[in-house]
């Protein structure tokens, strides 16, 4: 591929290589702060660091949480009860029990239940979170202090509320007493009396937490911390996180510029975009050939790579707001998904450097671009890029629930800013459609939608050939079904070839009459010789590329009008003019087309169509026979005559094509059955 370029374009290639990766570079955001970045378990890449000042030894995070597992574990928690509240709820009992009316009981009745409810008060009476450790087992004792002494308490006497009610209801057994207890509502009148006292209970805790995690040593003044090579292990790493911050509290942070890993940074952006430069040269050749395309990728992955930069220097969370999906959905638009996949992936890449946690922010990424990508396999409405925000924003949101749950286990550390951070991310993924608007200008690239847009028969050009030339304008919309039926067949750009096919004939609009399908009766070219008329039918491909500069239509649609008739003959007046004049050797010149040919596919399906649809209608018998001997003679003529060898159609698309051809065709000629007339 490299003899296939010349000098300018393999410079181009190196100077928009070497311009991405010193800009990246250049503006990568950096700590001035003296934060190492390192891994545990993995060697120290830095030089020898050594103790500036005395540094505390303290536990491994390991260790540390070993010991608070274990505090945890064996921590019994201070406990008060209310003996007044006992007694005065004791006492409004009694007191309703006696002025209750109605009741079927005897005074030893009544002192029985006080009794009872005061022993069950006695016993203890719990909130309902407590009882459920003591139940379950985590809560054998409890402390009561009392005069700064504590005291432990077994709680295997210990009810809640409910579990006191229902043992009051098993000890009372007597019908009319349970009665009782249901009409004077004991169940509104058994209150917790033994409370957790969170308080000393907390200051407690925190003391017994300060007492473990004190220094186990300390590294003095002078002595060696570590030296490249060495394994960071999680003591090291605790002493140097200790270092670190003990160097933010004394204000003396700033790093040497030395200790900046330029060169890892420039070797990873090299590498980065070398893999892409590597995945357009051997899969994507035709993209690498093309200057227009290599500028488009590296501006759109460099652009948008420094805009996460700022983003992620203005806000705290401005990795999560940039809309990273945003270039896998441009690429998409004017490339192909596999390209925007790749993209996607290397822009992903290049901003991890930057980001804090960045398995995460990759996952996070990752997920989000291959949910742009498959909802908008096909996009030709505005409306699609709503949709595919509102998807991306699901996305994000689940990755995100998923890697909190997964580290901490839990919903309750998620924080509801970062889903705003999504929220607005996915508001400006929904404006990617400006974007893809001002980069099909600069790029003259051409998008479906843009497409879609076009065929719109209430465009102004298609408007006035229907009102001018109206048999051409059938005749256009009878080839674009023609050959988009074909193209859908061959895998080709179906959209394109419709559009294409709607305004390849709008340079008739200059002289309708001159064209078949436009005259009533009057044929001008019988005033006209040949020659004159051949220039005439010619030059309404001239007409039209003058027409579609003036309408600024996208140059994927000029082409069609510029190759569908290609380098090819207007064949009826030549042959006119070659019986006019036998034995002459005939200049072919004036009655040819301006070209050039087809050098896509679809430009050639559209000459295919174009001269299938207008000869199907001079047909005197539309039987299967005919139509096949029909598309057969005219496209095996056209590639004799040697009007597809510049486009990649292959062998087996002609067939396909001829194929959709004769379907297409039976069916729009099919014979109807005649009615018959009502006899009176």
């Not at 308080?199 to 911390?225: C, F, H, N, S």
Request: glycine share 4%.
């Amino acid at each position: 591929m490299i003899n296939q370029m010349t000098r300018q374009q393999i410079l181009l290639r190196i100077l928009l290589f070497v311009a991405a990766v010193s800009l990246i570079v250049y503006f990568l955001p950096r700590n001035d702060k003296n934060h190492y970045v390192y891994e545990v378990n993995r060697p120290w890449s830095y030089t020898l660091l050594t103790a500036p000042f005395d540094i505390p030894i303290h536990l491994d995070s390991v260790s540390a949480a070993q010991v608070m597992d274990s505090i945890n574990a064996h921590f019994v928690p201070v406990y008060v009860r209310d003996i007044a509240a006992e007694k005065t709820l004791i006492s409004d009992y009694t007191t309703r029990l006696n002025a209750a009316t109605g009741l079927d009981i005897t005074p030893a009745q009544k002192n029985q239940i006080i009794k009872a409810i005061r022993n069950v008060y006695d016993n203890g009476i719990v909130d309902r979170d407590t009882y459920q450790r003591i139940a379950s087992g985590q809560l054998p004792t409890v402390r009561f202090v009392h005069d700064n002494v504590a005291m432990s308490m077994p709680t295997d006497n210990y009810l809640s509320a409910f579990r006191a009610y229902e043992h009051l209801d098993s000890v009372l057994r007597d019908r009319d007493v349970r009665a009782a207890l249901t009409a004077t509502h004991l169940s509104d009148m058994l209150q917790p009396t033994i409370t957790l006292d969170t308080v000393t209970t907390r200051r407690l805790l925190d003391e017994a937490y300060q007492k473990a995690m004190a220094p186990i040593g300390v590294i003095q003044q002078g002595e060696r911390i570590i030296t490249k090579g060495d394994i960071v292990t999680l003591r090291l790493a605790t002493i140097l996180d200790t270092y670190e911050r003990m160097l933010d509290e004394r204000g003396d942070a700033r790093i040497s510029q030395h200790h900046y890993p330029i060169a890892g940074q420039i070797l990873y952006m090299v590498i980065l975009f070398g893999a892409l430069y590597g995945y357009l040269y051997f899969f994507r050749p035709e993209y690498f050939l093309d200057n227009r395309t290599v500028v488009f990728l590296m501006s759109l992955v460099t652009v948008f790579t420094l805009f996460a930069f700022a983003m992620q220097m203005a806000f705290s969370n401005g990795l999560m707001i940039a809309p990273f999906t945003m270039v896998p959905i441009l690429v998409l638009v004017f490339l192909d998904s596999r390209t925007a996949y790749f993209t996607h992936l290397i822009q992903v890449l290049l901003s991890a450097i930057i980001a804090t946690f960045q398995l995460e922010f990759i996952f996070l990424q990752f997920i989000a671009g291959v949910v742009a990508i498959d909802s908008l396999k096909d996009l030709a409405r505005r409306s699609q890029l709503i949709r595919t925000a509102a998807l991306i924003f699901l996305a994000y949101s689940l990755c995100y629930i998923s890697v909190e749950v997964m580290q901490g286990g839990t919903l309750a550390k998620t924080e509801g800013r970062i889903y705003g951070c999504f929220g607005v991310n996915a508001i400006l993924i929904s404006f990617s459609y400006v974007l893809m608007f001002l980069l099909e200008r600069v790029f003259g690239y051409t998008s479906r939608v843009t497409l879609v847009e076009l065929a719109d028969t209430n465009n102004p050009l298609l408007r006035e050939l229907s009102e001018e030339c109206p048999g051409t304008f059938n005749h256009s919309m009878a080839v674009s079904n023609l050959a988009s039926t074909a193209a859908q067949a061959i895998g080709a750009n179906v959209q394109m070839v419709r559009t294409g096919a709607l305004y390849h004939d709008i340079g008739k609009i200059k002289n309708p009459a001159f064209f078949t399908e436009n005259q009533h009766g009057v044929n001008p070219h019988d005033a006209l010789d040949s020659t004159q008329s051949a220039r005439v039918v010619t030059d309404h491909v001239r007409d039209g590329l003058v027409m579609a500069e003036k309408a600024k239509l996208p140059p994927k649609i000029r082409e069609f009008i510029a190759e569908h008739h290609g380098a090819g003959k207007a064949r009826y007046f030549y042959n006119t003019y070659c019986n006019a004049h036998p034995g002459e050797d005939v200049d072919p010149a004036p009655f040819t087309y301006p070209g050039p040919n087809p050098r896509s596919r679809e430009t050639s399906l559209l000459m295919m169509a174009d001269a299938v649809e207008a000869a199907s209608r001079s047909m005197k018998e539309h039987s299967p026979e005919a139509i096949t001997a029909l598309v057969n003679k005219i496209i095996d003529g056209q590639i004799a005559e040697g009007l597809h060898n510049e486009s990649p159609l292959s062998f087996r698309d002609v067939q396909a094509v001829k194929a959709s051809f004769i379907q297409r065709l039976r069916t729009m000629y099919h014979s109807r059955i005649s009615y018959p007339e009502l006899k009176k």
